[in-house]
């Protein structure tokens, strides 16, 4: 039996396969890494003092990621 590449699985993909496999370990924690790679990052907390810099520094840093 060949291992399941869960890397070349799509989102779709990987989640059909965790609900028919549901003891699954490894492909959960593929899951769960995929999830958090793609997390974003908490910038600031609403009673910050420096709330709107910090927002503005974020936008700004992000429309020069993608320029």
């Known amino acids: 039996m060949?291992?399941?590449n869960y890397t070349?699985?799509?989102d779709k993909q990987l989640k059909q396969h965790l609900v028919k496999?549901?003891?699954d370990k490894a492909a959960l924690q593929a899951y769960l890494?995929?999830?958090h790679e793609r997390s974003n990052p908490i910038i600031t907390t609403l009673n910050?003092?420096?709330f709107?810099?910090?927002i503005?520094?974020?936008?700004?840093?992000q429309?020069?990621?993608n320029a």
């Open 33 to 35: 890494n995929r999830r």
């Open 52 to 54: 709107d810099d910090k």
């Open 48 to 50: 910050d003092s420096d």
């Open 56 to 61: 503005l520094t974020a936008i700004r840093d």
């Open 2 to 4: 060949n291992p399941t």
């Open 63 to 65: 429309m020069s990621n």
């Open 8 to 10: 070349q699985m799509s």
């Open 21 to 23: 496999h549901l003891n």
